[in-house]
């Protein structure tokens, strides 16, 4: 029995030792990186793009290492092909819950530096290089700094392009007039998304301002381009002085659209989308005007062969029933 106590100790003893000769061996900064936190599950969601940047919420699952715990504080640099698409610092109040810890955290992109770099993303496939310093207490130790770099499977939502490509009157009076926007959009990001609710104000500074928005959804695809229509109706400010100016030379109206859209992502790991759009251009309304009475003209014409055809056809009818 005694001899037996004497063997156990001794292995015992001669793991403590090497124990202690591994941690004399190695580095304290190598060591101490044994002992962070692992990062996991990175999703994206609350993301808001405006004419410049995108803002969005960042949450990631942080699993404590044998020693460490709660995560109190955190610096962040999220990089894309070397370049820094996102960086910042968040502090976290701690969780009376223990074991996993869901942090949470803001990030803002500027579309000038992350428009391309997506694009290039989706068709190579590059992973974003997190490099994070999380600040923890380990027991004996005290509060320690752990450097985290890890390429990650992450989805950066870029802002999709829109662009004006025809604006159609359809109906024209003295105080409203109705018309269609055609919109293009261009989507550089590696998932679909559908256009849930577009609302838009169009306004011809002294002229007219109208509302509107689809009036269905769209299924806007990857890397891909799709034509969207709004309709709207305006209504004309000064419906006499209006009229009596566009008809004596004042053919070209300037215009100042304002678009808000609501995206719903077909991602698992990027949620709903909320974005803001300005844009202005010109429309040519006399031309537009001709146009307009060009296809009432066609199409009463059309009515009128269809009313002679279908005259015809029960004449035919008639006959045929003698």
């Known amino acids: 029995m005694k001899k037996g106590f004497t063997i156990a100790f001794l292995i015992f003893l001669a793991l403590v030792v090497a124990a202690g000769v ?132 992450m989805v950066i939502p870029a802002v999709p392009g829109a662009e004006v490509t025809n604006l159609k009157i359809t109906d024209f009076g003295l105080d409203e007039m109705e018309m269609v926007m055609t919109m293009s959009l261009d989507n550089p990001n590696e998932f679909d998304f559908y256009i849930r609710d577009m609302k838009m104000t169009l306004n011809f500074p002294d002229k007219m301002s109208s509302v509107g928005g689809t009036v269905k959804d769209y299924l806007i695809k990857s890397q891909s381009v799709t034509p969207i229509q709004i309709q709207a109706v305006s209504d004309v400010k000064k419906p006499l002085k209006t009229t009596f100016k566009t008809l004596t030379g004042d053919h070209v109206w300037r215009y100042n659209m304002k678009t808000y859209m609501v ?31 060009e296809a009432k003209k066609a199409e009463k014409k059309a009515e009128k062969q269809e009313k002679k055809e279908a005259k015809e056809q029960r004449k035919e009818e008639k006959k045929e029933t003698r």
């Open 263 to 293: 995206l719903e992502p077909k991602s698992d790991v990027v949620g709903t989308i909320h974005m803001d759009a300005v844009k202005t251009g010109k429309i040519n309304v006399v031309q537009q005007l001709k146009k307009v009475k």
């Open 22 to 153: 591994v941690i004399a061996t190695t580095p304290t900064k190598k060591l101490i990186s044994f002992l962070a936190p692992k990062i996991d599950n990175i999703r994206i969601t609350d993301t808001k793009i405006g004419e410049k940047t995108a803002t969005m919420n960042v949450l990631m699952d942080v699993e404590p290492s044998l020693v460490s715990s709660f995560v109190d504080s955190m610096s962040y640099n999220f990089k894309l092909y070397n370049k820094s698409v996102a960086h910042g610092q968040k502090s976290f109040e701690r969780d009376a819950k223990q074991g996993k810890q869901t942090i949470k955290f803001p990030m803002t992109m500027d579309h000038n530096k992350t428009r391309e770099l997506v694009r290039r993303q989706v068709k190579e496939g590059e992973k974003v290089r997190a490099y994070i310093q999380a600040y923890t207490d380990i027991p004996l130790l005290g509060r320690r700094k752990f450097d985290i770099a890890e390429s990650l499977d």
